[in-house]
């Protein structure tokens, strides 16, 4: 079997073998990540869920292809990423959107980094948009949004050209616990309507994790490694109602435990 197609596997898009990812930093070199592997499975949404600073960002960025692993390697569709990943859309905790620019303009920008002509992809903007609950905010600057409507237009810039892998890194943290709420559950309903969309969901919350994902990538403090690859085995679409039954709970105790269990919580600390 050549190198080639030997990072090839039915049914994942994206593969990481060994991937280890180092800094240098003034005070020495720092092991940010790993060494870890896994594959995402095309279609899948994948939560990945780990403490503050065990390498959940470093993790997307390399899928990304804006980092190169120190070590193993990251393959997307049975290639090595050498590179910025193109067939990715990314959005941050932070909207960085253009303040001079319309929610619509922030979207279609996608298109003129491209070097794409916007006019034709306008309507598609207008749509989407629409889809994540925007609809008569299009024209609207982002200092006319609200918090969570900043985030929406963050992720219709992401989805636009419409990736096979979307990286969505801790994208609601910025906002309050009931707008949270929609935004987890208008993600599924996108995710649901885009036939398969791959995603990558960074974030701190266990149950969030836990309503989103196919599987729950639980990861230790850093260097992160993965402590346990979690199958969610809930039928969609999985309603806000339906967060605080049993099945959902089991799930997220499991999680706590294995927290526990590597020193992220310490029970009765003070
Ligand atoms: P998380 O997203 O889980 O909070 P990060 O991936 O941001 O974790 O960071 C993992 C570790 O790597 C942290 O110790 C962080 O300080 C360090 N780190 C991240 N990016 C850099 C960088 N560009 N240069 C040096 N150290 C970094």
Redesign the pocket.
């Known amino acids: 079997m050549s190198a080639a197609a030997s990072l090839v596997e039915v049914g994942a898009c994206v593969k990481l073998n060994d991937v280890v990812k180092r ?1 240098d ?1 003034s005070d020495g070199e ?1 092991l ?2 790993g060494p870890v592997s896994f594959d995402l499975r095309r279609g899948e949404f994948l939560s990945v869920v ?1 403490p ?7 993790l997307l960025t390399l899928l990304s292809g804006l980092a190169e692993p120190t070590e193993g390697s990251v393959a997307v569709d049975g290639r090595e990423l050498r590179g910025p990943n193109r067939e990715c859309g990314i959005a941050f905790q932070s909207p960085v959107l253009l303040e001079w620019r319309t929610a619509l303009d922030n979207v279609l920008l996608q298109f003129e980094m491209r070097g794409m002509d916007r006019e034709t992809y306008r309507q598609q903007a207008i749509d989407l948009l629409r889809s994540l609950g925007l609809e008569g905010a299009e024209r609207r600057y982002p200092r006319e949004l609200s918090g969570g409507m900043r985030q929406r237009v963050s992720i219709a810039r992401a989805l636009i050209h419409d990736p096979p892998l979307l990286l969505l890194d801790e994208p609601f943290s910025a906002v309050d616990a009931l707008t949270r709420d929609q935004l987890v559950a208008d993600l599924q309903r996108v995710w649901l309507e885009h036939d398969d969309l791959t995603v990558l969901f960074i974030t701190h919350h266990i149950e969030e994790a836990v309503f989103l994902g196919d599987r729950v990538l639980v990861m230790t403090p ?1 260097p ?1 490694r993965i402590s346990e690859l979690i199958d969610i085995d809930i039928p969609r679409p999985r309603r806000i109602h339906d967060r605080d039954l049993k099945g959902h709970g089991d799930y997220s105790r499991r999680i706590r435990d294995l927290f526990v269990q590597s020193g992220v919580f310490r029970e009765g600390a003070r």
């Open positions: 800094y930093t720092v940010a990540l780990g503050s600073g065990c390498g959940k960002s470093t850093r992160g």
